[in-house]
C-alpha cells in the first residue's frame, strides 16, 4: 500500500503551547503549516500545568530576565488571547514562615523589570480574600491572571486551520527523514490506526518540549533539556479568587491558583530523568497539603478534587554542568540552530521557556526559520487576536452557570459538575468526526467536576454509541478506560469528602455498570 | 437551642461534600412542580462553583422557596439552602430588588401603618378591586393570603396588664405577627407560661429580619438581628431562656442570622444559644416534669402540620407530642413537608401559583380529614392553609390553652 504523503513548508513537532504558537505564527506568517503531536493536543506538559499567566513576579529576584519576558507577554496575551484568560489578578503576602526582608527586594525587582506593583494594607489583603492568612505581614498586588491551556493551544490551531495548516493529534513522529546535512521531514505513526505516514517538510520545528532531546536525537543531534518534575493539586472549589503567592524564594507548594472552578496549589521541582514516568508520590501529596496552610488556613481540610504531575522542559543555557536542583535553571527559553550546532540543516528546536512564553518562543524560532525559507513575512502575533479573543473580553468563572441559565430547561445537563448540556455535547460531536471519550474531557471539561466522570461518564460513552461514533464494544472500552484514568487521579488522594464520591463512583461503575467484566 | 452553626466560609465549603446523590432534588418540593427551579443541588452546590466575585451567573436561583428542606435531608451536610439563600442575595444586589419585595421584607410597616385605620384597611386588603391593582401595580398576587391588621397591637396590651412575679423568668420573642396582626395568640402564650409559673418578660423588640433576608435585603436584615439581639437582652435578663413562639423568627436567631448573613454580633451568638422554639421548650419542662398536665378535654378534630422552618431547627415535632397529652383531643399528623407559602414566596404574583402546586397535597389531605381546625406553629403558612382550604388554622399553642381551661 502506498503511503499517505505531507508535503508542507513546516512541520512542527509537538502540540502542546510552543508547537501550537509555532503554528499560529507560521500560518499569519503565510506558511503551510503542519503540526503533529504523539497525543490529543495539549496533553504533554502543557495540559498539566499550574495555570498562571505569570506577572513575572515568581522570577523578580531570582531570574529577573525570565521576569522581564513574563512581564511583557502578560500585557501581550491580554490583549491577544483575552478569552483563554481570566483577569484574577494576583497577590504576594509574606506568611509568618517566610523571610520578611525579601519583601523590599521583591518590590525592588519589580521595579526592574517593569511589573507594576501596589502594597496594599494587611486589611485590604483580607478583605479582598476572606480565607488568607490574618497573620500576613505584607501584601503586594501584581498582574497575575489565570489562563486555560487547552483555550489557548485550541484557539491558535483552529486560527491556524483557517488558514491553512493541518493538524494532526495522534501522529508520533517515528523517525526524521534526511540527507546527508539536513532534515526533510519525518515518518509519523497514527496512534489510533496504526498506518504510516510521511512529511516532506521545507523546515522541522521541534517543539516536544521534554521530550524534544528525544525527537532531536532522531537526527543525530543532542538536546540537554532537563526534565523537572512538579506536582500540583485541585481542590474542589476556589478558596481564593485572586492567584496568591507566597513573597518568598521560589519554593514548593507556594502557590495557589484558581482556575475555573478549582483552586490549584503547587508545585515541586526535581530533575527527572523520563518524563513518561512522573507519578506524584505520598509524601509530595503530603507536603503541598501542608504547605497550603501558610497561605490559607484549613486548606488541608478542604477537599482534594485530582493530584497530577507535568515535566517542565528545563534548558540549562550554561551547558556541560550537571543539573542537581532544577530550581536554578532559568525560565527563559532557546532556539537551537542544528545548522550552526550539528550541521543538520532545517532543523531547529524550541525548548524551555514557560506557558507564559509561548509566544514569544513561537517568534523567536519563527524569525530564525524564516531566515532559512527566505520568508520576509513578520511575525503579527503581538497584534492579531486569537480567534474567539476579538472583543478582548476576558473569560469570567461564571460565564457558564449564565450561558445555562438562559439555556432551553429541556437541556438536561450531561456533566452536572462543569455543566456541559446534551446540546454542548451534540455541538461538539457535530465539530469533529473522531473524538475520544478523553478527548471529550478536554475539549468540554467532562468528568473534570468533583464526581469525576461518576455522573456523566455513561452518558457521554452512551451518546457516544447512539450517535454511531462507537460500536456496543468500542463504548464498552472506552468506558472502562476513561473511568480506569479518573481513579489514577484520585487515588492518591482518596480521603474524606473524595473518598466517599469515589465510593458511590464506584458502586455505580461496578455494582451498577459492571464496567469490568462488559464484554469489550 | 441549635445545632452549632457555621462561620459564613464554612456555609460555602460544605458544598465540598456533595457527592451529588441527589436526594436533595428529589425531595425538593418547589422543583418538583415547575421547570423554572432547576432543583436545590443544581443552583447550589454545583452552581457555586461557579460564583465568585462581583458578578452575579444567577437567575433561576430566585425560584428557591427557601423552605430549607434540601439541608434537612442532605446526609453529607451541605448546606444548600443557606448557600441559595446568599447567591440568591448576590442576584438581588445586582439586579435590583423590586419595590413589592421591600414591602413584603418589613411586615412591621404595614402593620404599623395598618392598624390605626384597621378597618379601612383591612376593608381594602379584601376587596378584589384593589387586590387587583396591588396585582398589577405592585405585584403581590390578588388572592394571595395577607394576614389583617389587629386594632390594638400586643406590646400595647402587654404595656397595661398587671404583672406576674415568678422566681422563674422567661424571655418572650413574639415576633411581628403575634405584634401586628395575632395579638391573640401572644396573649395566649403568656398565660400558658404563667399558668406553669414562669413570669414572662416582654422587652420592646422589632422585626428580626428574617423576610427581609428571604428578600435577599442582607444589609438590612442584619441591622435588623442585632437590633433585635440588643433589644432582647436588655439588662435583668442575662442567662433566661428566649422563647419563640413564631417558629420561622426563633430559627432566624437560632441559626439563619449566623449562617446565612453572617452575623458576627456577640449579643446574637450568645442570645442564639438560649433561643428555644415555644414547644420545643414546654416539652423540655414536660419531660423534667415540670410542666403542669391539668389538661380537660377538648373534643375536637384537629389536623397539626409542622412547618418547614420548625422542622428546619431539627426537634422533631414536639408540638405533637405535647398535643397528643390533651385528653378527648383527636390529633392527625399531615405528612407533607410544605404548604408552598414560604413567607413571602408565595405572595408573589409570578411565584403564587408554584406555592399552590406545592401545597396541593397538603390541602388535599387536610381536606379529606375534614378537621374542625388546623394547628401549625408558622403564621405565614396558618394565613396560606387557612385561605387554600377555607379551614380554621391556629397555633398549637391555642389549642393547648384550650386544654388548660381557657376559651
Ligand atoms: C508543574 C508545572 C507547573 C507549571 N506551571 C506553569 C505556570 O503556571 N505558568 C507557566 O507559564 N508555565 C508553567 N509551567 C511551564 C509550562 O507548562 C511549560 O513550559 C509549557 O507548557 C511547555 O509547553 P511545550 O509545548 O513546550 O511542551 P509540551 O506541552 O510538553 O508539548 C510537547 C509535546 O510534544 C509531544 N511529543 C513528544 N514526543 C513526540 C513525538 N515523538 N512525536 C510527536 N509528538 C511528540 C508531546 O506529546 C507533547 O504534547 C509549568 C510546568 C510544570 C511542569
Known amino acids: 500500500m502506498a503511503l499517505s504523503q505531507i508535503e508542507t513548508d513546516l512541520l512542527v513537532i509537538g502540540g502542546g503551547s510552543t508547537g501550537a504558537g509555532v503554528a499560529w505564527d507560521a500560518a499569519l506568517r503565510g506558511l503551510h503549516v503542519t503540526l503533529v503531536d504523539r497525543g490529543d493536543l495539549a496533553t504533554g506538559t502543557t495540559g498539566r500545568f499550574h495555570g498562571l499567566l505569570h506577572s513575572g513576579g515568581r522570577y523578580v529576584v531570582k531570574d529577573p530576565s525570565s521576569a522581564r519576558e513574563c512581564a511583557s507577554e502578560n500585557l501581550i496575551l491580554r490583549r491577544v488571547a483575552a478569552d483563554c484568560i481570566e483577569d484574577t489578578g494576583g497577590l504576594f503576602v509574606t506568611t509568618p514562615v517566610d523571610d520578611p526582608a525579601y519583601a523590599d527586594r521583591f518590590v525592588e525587582g519589580c521595579g526592574a523589570a517593569d511589573i507594576p506593583v501596589e502594597e496594599i494594607t494587611v486589611g485590604a489583603a483580607l478583605a479582598r480574600e476572606p480565607r488568607l492568612n490574618p497573620r500576613i505581614s505584607r501584601a503586594f498586588v501584581v498582574p497575575d491572571a489565570s489562563i486555560d491551556a487547552w483555550k489557548t493551544v485550541w484557539a491558535c490551531v483552529r486560527g491556524a486551520t483557517a488558514r491553512g495548516a493541518k493538524v494532526l493529534p495522534y501522529h508520533q513522529v517515528m523517525s526524521l527523514t534526511m540527507t546527508a546535512d539536513a532534515v526533510t521531514g519525518a515518518y509519523l505513526r497514527d496512534a489510533r490506526s496504526g498506518e504510516q505516514l510521511r512529511v516532506r517538510a521545507r523546515c522541522t520545528v521541534n517543539a516536544a518540549g521534554a521530550w524534544s532531546r528525544r525527537v532531536a536525537e532522531l537526527a543525530g543531534c543532542e538536546v540537554g533539556v532537563v526534565p523537572g518534575k512538579g506536582i500540583m493539586i485541585a481542590m474542589n472549589h476556589r478558596v481564593v479568587n485572586t492567584v496568591v503567592n507566597r513573597c518568598t524564594m521560589p519554593g514548593d507548594g507556594d502557590i495557589i491558583v ?3 472552578t478549582v483552586s490549584v496549589i503547587g508545585t515541586t521541582d526535581i530533575p527527572v530523568s523520563d518524563p513518561d514516568h512522573i507519578d506524584p508520590t505520598r509524601e509530595e501529596i503530603a507536603e503541598m497539603m501542608e504547605a497550603g496552610e501558610a497561605l490559607v488556613p484549613g486548606f488541608s481540610q478542604g477537599r482534594a478534587l485530582r493530584v497530577w504531575a507535568g515535566a517542565r522542559p528545563l534548558f540549562p543555557k550554561t551547558t556541560g554542568k550537571q543539573v542537581s536542583d532544577t530550581r536554578e535553571v532559568t525560565r527563559s527559553h532557546s532556539v537551537l540552530d542544528h545548522e550552526a550546532l550539528d550541521g543538520v540543516g532545517n532543523f531547529l528546536t524550541i525548548t524551555g521557556g514557560k506557558f507564559t512564553t509561548f509566544r514569544l518562543m513561537a517568534k523567536d524560532a519563527l524569525d530564525l526559520a524564516a531566515r532559512k525559507l527566505d520568508l520576509s513575512a513578520e511575525c503579527t502575533t503581538a497584534t492579531v487576536p486569537l480567534p474567539d479573543s476579538e472583543s478582548k473580553r476576558f473569560y469570567w468563572i461564571g460565564a457558564r452557570q449564565e450561558e445555562m441559565e438562559h439555556e432551553a430547561p429541556d437541556d438536561p445537563l450531561i456533566c452536572e459538575c462543569e455543566l456541559v448540556s446534551r446540546g454542548d455535547l451534540q455541538a461538539a460531536l457535530a465539530r469533529r468526526s473522531d473524538w475520544q ?15 469525576q466522570g461518576g455522573f456523566c461518564a455513561f452518558r457521554v460513552a452512551a451518546t457516544l454509541h447512539r450517535d454511531g461514533q462507537y460500536d456496543r464494544l468500542a463504548a464498552n472500552h472506552a468506558l ?4 480506569e484514568e479518573r481513579w489514577k487521579g484520585v487515588k492518591l488522594i482518596s480521603w474524606g469528602d473524595q473518598l466517599r464520591q469515589t465510593r458511590l463512583d464506584q458502586w455505580i461503575f461496578q455494582g451498577i455498570l459492571d464496567v469490568e467484566h462488559l464484554p469489550k | 437551642m441549635s445545632t452549632e452553626a457555621l ?19 428529589s425531595s425538593c418540593p418547589v422543583a418538583a412542580v415547575t421547570p423554572l427551579f432547576p432543583g436545590p443541588k443544581t443552583v447550589g452546590p454545583q452552581a457555586e462553583r461557579f460564583r465568585a466575585g ?14 430549607g428542606i434540601c439541608t434537612r435531608v442532605c446526609p453529607q451536610g451541605v448546606r444548600i439552602a443557606e448557600i441559595n439563600s446568599r447567591a440568591r442575595a448576590e442576584m438581588k444586589v445586582e439586579r435590583g430588588i423590586p419595590m413589592r419585595d421591600q414591602i413584603l421584607a418589613r411586615p412591621g410597616y404595614m402593620g404599623k401603618a395598618g392598624r390605626p385605620v384597621a378597618p379601612l384597611f383591612n376593608w381594602a386588603l379584601a376587596n378584589p378591586v384593589v387586590r387587583l391593582l396591588g396585582e398589577r401595580i405592585v405585584g403581590v398576587h390578588r388572592k394571595a393570603p395577607v394576614p389583617l391588621a389587629a386594632s390594638r397591637s400586643f406590646s400595647y396590651w402587654a404595656g397595661r396588664r398587671r404583672r406576674f412575679l415568678a422566681p422563674r423568668r422567661v424571655v418572650y420573642f413574639h415576633g411581628c405577627s403575634t405584634q401586628h396582626f395575632e395579638p391573640e395568640v401572644g396573649k395566649k402564650v403568656v398565660a400558658v407560661l404563667e399558668h406553669n409559673g414562669f413570669q414572662v418578660l416582654i422587652p420592646k423588640q422589632d422585626c428580626c429580619g428574617l423576610p427581609l433576608q428571604s428578600n435577599g435585603i442582607f444589609g438590612a436584615a442584619r441591622r435588623y438581628v442585632e437590633r433585635l439581639a440588643t433589644q432582647l437582652s436588655v439588662p435583668g435578663t442575662e442567662g433566661l431562656p428566649v422563647i ?8 432566624m436567631l437560632k441559626k439563619e442570622a449566623l449562617e446565612i448573613l453572617g452575623v458576627e454580633d456577640g449579643h446574637l451568638a450568645e442570645i442564639s444559644k438560649r433561643t428555644y422554639d415555644l414547644f420545643e421548650f414546654l416539652l423540655e419542662l414536660h419531660e423534667r416534669g415540670e410542666l403542669r398536665t391539668d389538661f380537660q378535654p377538648v373534643p375536637l378534630t384537629v389536623a397539626y402540620h409542622a412547618p418547614c422552618q420548625q422542622q428546619n431547627q431539627l426537634i422533631g415535632k414536639p408540638a405533637l407530642d405535647l398535643l397528643r397529652l390533651v385528653p378527648a383531643l383527636r390529633l392527625v399528623e399531615m405528612d407533607r413537608l410544605c404548604c408552598g407559602i414560604a413567607g413571602t414566596y408565595g ?11 406545592v401545597g396541593e397535597p397538603l390541602f388535599a389531605d387536610i381536606k379529606t380529614a375534614s378537621p374542625d381546625l388546623v394547628a401549625c406553629d408558622s403564621e405565614t403558612c396558618r394565613w396560606q392553609i387557612a385561605k387554600a382550604t377555607g379551614v380554621t388554622a391556629v397555633h398549637p399553642l391555642e389549642v393547648l390553652y384550650r386544654a388548660y381551661g381557657g376559651s
Not at chain 1, 480 to 483: H, K, P, Q, T
Not at chain 2, 7 to 25: G, M, N, Q, W, Y
Not at chain 2, 347 to 357: L, N, P, V
Open chain 2, 347 to 357: 405572595t408573589k404574583r409570578e411565584k403564587y401559583d408554584i406555592a399552590m402546586r
Open chain 2, 7 to 25: 462561620a459564613p466560609f464554612e456555609v460555602r465549603s460544605s458544598l465540598d461534600h456533595c457527592i451529588k446523590c441527589t436526594v436533595c432534588e
Open chain 1, 480 to 483: 472502562g478506560a476513561f473511568v
Open chain 1, 258 to 260: 484558581p482556575i475555573r
Open chain 2, 54 to 67: 462581583d458578578h452575579s451567573p444567577d437567575l433561576s436561583v430566585d425560584y428557591c422557596s427557601g423552605c
Open chain 1, 437 to 451: 471519550l478523553d478527548d471529550l474531557r478536554r475539549a468540554l471539561r467532562i468528568g473534570m467536576g468533583p464526581c
Open chain 2, 244 to 251: 419563640a413562639s413564631s417558629t420561622s423568627c426563633g430559627l
